[in-house]
Antibody
Framework: EVLLVESGGGLIHPGGSLRLSCIASGFIVSENYINWVRQAPGKGLEWVSVVVPGGRTHYSDSVKGRFSISRDTSKNTLSLQMNNLTAEDTALYFC???????????WGQGTLVAVSS | DIQLTQSPSSLSASVGDKVTITCRANDGIGSYLAWYQQKPGKAPKLLIYSASTLHSGVPSRFSGSGSGTKFTLTISSLQPEDFATYYCQQLHNYPRTFGPGTKVDIK
């Protein structure tokens, strides 16, 4: 079964750091485009970052310089290192596969990040 | 960055109604547009990609059309399980922006 499972969310103070993880099953992370998409409570979807098969990464302007996406091929996992968090980063974070020629076809269930003092 | 707008932002409809949602891009994106359905507390699900290609397993009452800057999602006969929020997304370039969503609820 093709599956993505996120973990690592929690409550963090402003200015703090958090590392999210995403474990993939049924496909190889390094051969796919894997994204992070977030959704603030009651709001719409916001694309955050992607790592492409060749290793190049892209970020939204709102997280550039604070977030870093990476992958561990030995564990078939993806990570999102989030630094200098603010209240505006509070959201449900989804790990999502993009299938080339298609779209965002596999979504995890999400992990909740809450930034509050 | 490509900006997407959706209209309407919400609509009320009855089972059996035909529903049309429009997504507009502020610059041409060819056919690099996808539609997703999201129900409360759940992850979004892919409905349509490449503007008009139905994703595997999606009922044929869903259809998409358009290219360039104007796109539409049509539900030919609304079913009870279709009450949800619908998002468009451009896959033409980065950042991979989403539209603000259209909430479809029961009249």
């Amino acid at each position: 079964e093709v599956l993505l499972v996120e973990s690592g969310g929690g409550l963090i103070h402003p200015g703090g750091s958090l590392r999210l993880s995403c474990i993939a099953s049924g496909f190889i992370v390094s051969e796919n485009y894997i994204n992070w998409v977030r959704q603030a409570p009651g709001k719409g979807l916001e694309w955050v970052s992607v790592v492409v098969p060749g290793g190049r990464t892209h970020y939204s302007d709102s997280v550039k310089g604070r977030f870093s996406i990476s992958r561990d091929t030995s564990k078939n996992t993806l990570s999102l290192q989030m630094n200098n968090l603010t209240a505006e980063d509070t959201a449900l974070y989804f790990c999502v596969r993009y299938s080339f020629g298609s779209a965002f076809d596999i979504w995890g269930q999400g992990t909740l990040v809450a930034v509050s003092s | 960055d490509i900006q997407l707008t959706q209209s309407p932002s919400s609509l009320s409809a009855s089972v059996g109604d035909k529903v049309t949602i429009t997504c507009r891009a502020n610059d041409g994106i060819g056919s690099y547009l996808a539609w997703y359905q999201q129900k409360p507390g759940k992850a979004p699900k892919l409905l349509i990609y490449s503007a008009s290609t139905l994703h595997s397993g999606v009922p044929s009452r869903f259809s998409g059309s358009g290219s360039g800057t104007k796109f539409t999602l049509t539900i030919s006969s609304l079913q009870p399980e279709d009450f949800a929020t619908y998002y468009c997304q451009q896959l033409h370039n980065y950042p991979r922006t989403f539209g603000p969503g259209t909430k479809v609820d029961i009249k």
